[in-house]
């Protein structure tokens, strides 16, 4: 879906929820995945997103794009669900393949000794990325992974978007100490 | 963007992409949400939000206009008593226990048997409220079954689910109060009428340092300089001290942000579960560590492997890993429960653990005697995840159902609680879901009041410490908001938030947030 206006979307309720969860079902499994950590939380959490648009249509009234507000709506339930009395007694600690699917080093490249050295590094960023407590982790992911801007990462997290970008700020340089000290950073 | 960024962008993407390849949404999934939906058919376009028989507490504006000229007073009182060493008006003779556990329920501090046999009334059976009356009707009403009782070999009598069947809600009366809550209500985070956040910044080496913000502004991130130590918890006591829970300390903090105790936690920790009179475990990734609820270090169970569950009660902590449960007495092992594998787990004070095991298709309800033996292994059906024992350890509540020791149903919330719990000093019971919150009265058989957040999620619900107010945190369409609401279901306080804390709560007069950066107080009465 190209354009966030509510217009381009079915009249009928179930089918805009099929047609949201048709383009936008893996960026909001994937977002629930780097709020919690855990791929059957997150499964569950990104069917439970979409119930919940479906359960609050009436709210989505088109002022803002379709994958803000689908965005939002994963984002609080991520929270409410960190926050349960089941989950929230131990903070995630899994690297984040560590339920998932094996990670090969890249031998693609030209170099294969050089490839694996670019994955490795690419790894310890992510591990660096999924180690920042929620409030960094949070912007970067929506910043970095899914292109959100500032104002609209403001608008699916609650905050204003100063605290938003110093967030973003502190995040990035979070990151680069952590690189520089496990050797990445050149 | 600069190529740093650029680089960032890519190499998260190209990592994060690489690393969730091949995990989709997949039409299966798709396919349960619409079966769901088609199920739950066309929902309400518009809640009811104001029966006729309730009281509707709207936000007054004159709140606003007292709070205003209240405030400009209560700033020239309260202000010097910042750096004073005296505890929390009040809170220390609320003799209660603080607010609701974090990982298990908690229990009020004094006998809650009275408690116990009116929460066990249904609802229209409220005027039976003389000891026994309550167990006298279960037993008269066939479709409850008290099962689960162990036999003469001490066996545990096993039974199928008797969800709701012929027990009632403790449904709203026509006494009890709606309180619907709107972020649209709450003045703009820049209203200055109420005075300034007193920030306390809980400093990872030196303890906490009392920074006051500028009268006319609420203290912002940019004020600080050193990289804040991840907080974890916080956990208000009855005696007015702040248990706060960071990366690298624990800290015991007066509401005037001044260190009482502080042990240094290495390595970090990465959970913390409270007991019920405020005793805690905090998990690194090698050890549990006990605390009293005065923040004293007490002990240390060694651990080979981050528990998955983790429950304490004075000095028992019941730790559940890939090898079953463990029980500590103290440091010492003291039992093991082999092979069980819990979706929750929760300790009443008398030591007996109470399990969710199974599936999610068929949950089992199970309860230890603190010696081990099976006393209960019951089919339930939750509605909701809110799980702990209640009523001074009589109670299990498991979703929306409440259980007795032998798995007899005694009642139903009004809600599917995320969370449910005992508020502090035997105040009540606080439930709550990203929609409703609902306190339970303790002396009936009603809820006094539900919450509703018309706009937006309820994110927390917590008791205060003396069990007397409950603090909400709430994503609105406006902003991370915050409300206050007493016994009665008055609102005492809102406020929208410049940024998400921690966590939140309300001890004495005071309103505490822990932050990324600190922990943050603020005056009820601003």
């Known amino acids: ?186 | 963007m600069s190529d740093i960024d650029k680089e960032l962008r890519h190499a998260i993407k190209e990592e994060f992409d690489r690393s969730l390849a091949g995990w989709t949404f997949t039409p299966e999934m798709r396919q349960a949400v619409l079966d769901r939906i088609a199920r739950e058919g066309e929902p309400e376009a518009t809640p009811v939000s104001t029966p006729a028989s309730t009281t509707l507490r709207r936000f007054r504006p004159a709140y606003w206009v007292a709070a205003a000229a209240a405030a400009f007073v209560l700033a020239i009182n309260l202000w010097p008593r910042v750096s004073t060493d005296s505890p929390m008006t009040g809170s220390a003779a609320s003799g209660g226990a603080p607010e609701s556990a974090r990982t298990t329920a908690r229990a009020p501090a004094g006998d809650p048997a009275e408690e116990l046999k009116i929460m066990a009334v249904p609802l229209d059976a409220s005027a039976d409220t003389a000891p026994g009356a309550a167990a006298a009707k279960q037993d008269a009403a066939p479709e409850v079954q008290v099962t689960g009782v162990p036999d003469a070999s001490g066996a545990a009598v096993q039974a199928e689910p008797d969800a709701g069947r012929g027990v009632e809600a403790f449904g709203l009366s026509a006494e009890s109060v709606k309180v619907a809550l709107r972020g649209d209500e709450i003045p703009a985070a820049a209203d200055t009428a109420r005075g300034s956040w007193m920030f306390l910044q809980l400093d990872d080496r030196g303890g906490a340092q009392v920074a006051e913000a500028p009268a006319d502004e609420t203290v912002s991130v940019q004020t600080l300089q050193a990289t804040p130590p991840e907080v974890l918890d916080l956990n208000p006591l009855a005696n007015g001290n702040v248990v706060v829970v960071n990366r690298a300390l624990v800290q015991v903090v007066d509401a005037y942000g001044n260190r009482v105790v502080e042990t240094a936690v290495d390595p970090a920790p990465s959970a913390v579960a409270f007991g019920p009179s405020g005793e805690s475990a905090v998990v690194t990734s090698d050890a549990v560590l006990r605390f009293t609820a005065e923040g004293m270090l007490t002990g240390s169970i060694r651990q080979e492997e981050t528990p998955a569950l983790v429950a304490v009660s004075g000095d028992r902590t019941a730790l559940a890993d890939s090898e079953g449960i463990k029980v500590y007495v103290a440091d010492s092992r003291a039992l093991t429960l082999p092979g069980l594998q819990p979706s929750a787990m929760a300790m009443a004070p008398d030591g007996a653990l109470a399990l969710l095991t199974g599936s999610p298709q068929g949950v089992r309800l199970q309860i230890y005697s603190a010696e081990g033996q099976l006393n209960l292994d019951q089919a339930v059906v939750p509605e909701g995840e809110g799980f702990g024992f209640l009523a001074g350890g009589r109670l299990v509540a498991v979703g929306s159902a409440l259980y007795d020791r032998n798995g007899g149903q005694t009642g139903r919330l009004p809600i599917a609680p995320s969370r449910v719990s005992d508020l502090a000093g035997g105040q009540g019971v606080l439930a709550w879901n990203s929609q409703q919150v609902a306190r339970l009265e303790a002396g009936g058989a009603t809820a006094r009041w539900v919450a509703e957040v018309e706009d937006g999620s309820i994110l927390q619900a917590s008791g205060s410490a003396r069990g007397d107010l409950v603090v909400i945190l709430a994503s609105t369409a406006d902003g991370p908001a915050l409300w206050v609401i007493d016994e009665s279901g008055n609102r005492r306080y809102a406020e929208r938030l410049a940024e998400w804390p921690a966590d939140a709560t309300a001890a004495g007069d005071q309103i505490l947030l822990l932050t990324a950066e600190g922990l943050m107080v603020r005056n009820l009465n601003r």
């Open chain 1, 1 to 186: 879906m190209s354009q966030s206006d509510r217009a381009v979307l079915p009249a009928d309720r179930a089918a805009a929820i099929d047609q949201l969860m048709r383009e936008y079902g893996t960026k909001v499994l994937h977002l629930a995945y780097s709020y919690l950590k855990d791929r059957h939380l997150a499964e569950d959490v990104a069917q439970e997103v979409f119930i919940k648009a479906y359960r609050n249509w009436d709210s989505f009234r088109g002022e803002s794009s379709a994958y803000t507000w689908l965005y939002r709506i994963t984002v609080n339930l991520c929270r409410d669900k960190a926050r349960s009395a089941w989950w929230r007694r131990l903070l995630p600690t899994d690297d984040p393949r560590a339920a998932g699917t094996p990670v090969e080093p890249d031998t693609t490249g030209d170099d294969p000794e050089e490839a694996v050295v670019l994955s490795d590094q690419r790894e310890r960023l992510m591990n660096y990325v999924m180690q920042l407590s929620a409030a960094y982790r949070e912007v970067i992911i929506l910043y970095y992974y899914h292109d959100l801007t500032t104002v609209e990462i403001a608008e699916v997290t609650g905050q204003n978007e100063n605290t938003v970008k110093t967030r973003l700020f502190r995040a990035r340089a979070m990151l680069k100490q952590m690189l520089q000290k496990g050797g990445v950073a050149q």
